[in-house]
T-cell receptor, first 112, second 116 residues
Framework: GDSVTQMEGPVTLSEEAFLTINCTYT??????LFWYVQYPGEGLQLLLK?????DKGSNKGFEATYRKETTSFHLEKGSVQVSDSAVYFC???????????FGSGTRLQVQP | EAGVAQSPRYKIIEKRQSVAFWCNPI?????LYWYQQILGQGPKLLIQ????????DSQLPKDRFSAERLKGVDSTLKIQPAKLEDSAVYLC??????????????FGPGTRLLVL
């Protein structure tokens, strides 16, 4: 069935550390892939997206590459900041549908 | 541009009571979604509207949940009667409805429901 699997958190890093949050999806059709972020006390907002294989989405120093061969969309950032502390959700949408299937979320805590 | 508005922000009720949530999407957005987010989980789609028609309600517990979208704009989600397992955050989102599966969804702040 339709699913998205994320690494469990919390992930705790020191400022300026390298971040990877793993995300894999079930290979049904050719979905669009998204990372959404939820900062403390705020609503979900789009961080980045990719709509086809080998696309790279990027925003605010974060990147993720749509890997069809490994059905993955891992989120990376070279140097995290305290302000990146949030919950990150990986999500997919079926071709032709807009509703999202979300992973369970990964909480990132960045310490100064 | 105003974002997605939801009310109330918080609600506490007893089991078997009824409750309603309201959502005002971004102006001009044709597609509206209701998601349920249980603590520690990702949001799960309950229902999707395109204008005032239902596109997908396959995961809506129809024996107790109902939703409508008046005139293709505002939407109301109702639970009657509520159960303890309905305790969750109810998220409303909207999207333009013109760009297929790569379309960005814009989320409201959510309504946090606690059923005692």
């Amino acid at each position: 069935g339709d699913s998205v699997t994320q690494m469990e958190g919390p992930v705790t890093l020191s400022e300026e550390a390298f971040l990877t949050i793993n995300c894999t999806y079930t290979a049904t059709g050719y979905p669009s892939l998204f990372w959404y972020v939820q900062y403390p006390g705020e609503g979900l907002q789009l961080l980045l997206k990719a709509t086809k294989a080998d696309d790279k989405g990027s925003n605010k120093g974060f990147e993720a590459t749509y890997r069809k061969e490994t059905t993955s969309f891992h989120l990376e950032k070279g140097s995290v900041q305290v302000s990146d502390s949030a919950v990150y959700f990986c999500a997919r949408a079926y071709t032709g549908r807009r509703a999202l299937t979300f992973g369970s979320g990964t909480r990132l805590q960045v310490q100064p | 541009e105003a974002g997605v508005a939801q009310s109330p922000r918080y609600k506490i009720i007893e089991k078997r009571q009824s409750v309603a949530f309201w959502c005002n999407p971004i102006s001009g957005h044709a597609t509206l979604y209701w998601y349920q987010q249980i603590l520690g989980q990702g949001p799960k789609l309950l229902i999707q509207f395109q204008n005032n028609g239902v596109v997908d309600d396959s995961q809506l517990p129809k024996d107790r949940f109902s939703a409508e979208r008046l005139k293709g704009v505002d939407s109301t989600l109702k639970i009657q009667p509520a159960k303890l397992e309905d305790s969750a955050v109810y998220l409303c989102a909207s999207s333009p409805g013109t760009s297929g599966s790569q379309e960005t969804q814009y989320f409201g702040p959510g309504t946090r429901l606690l059923v005692l």
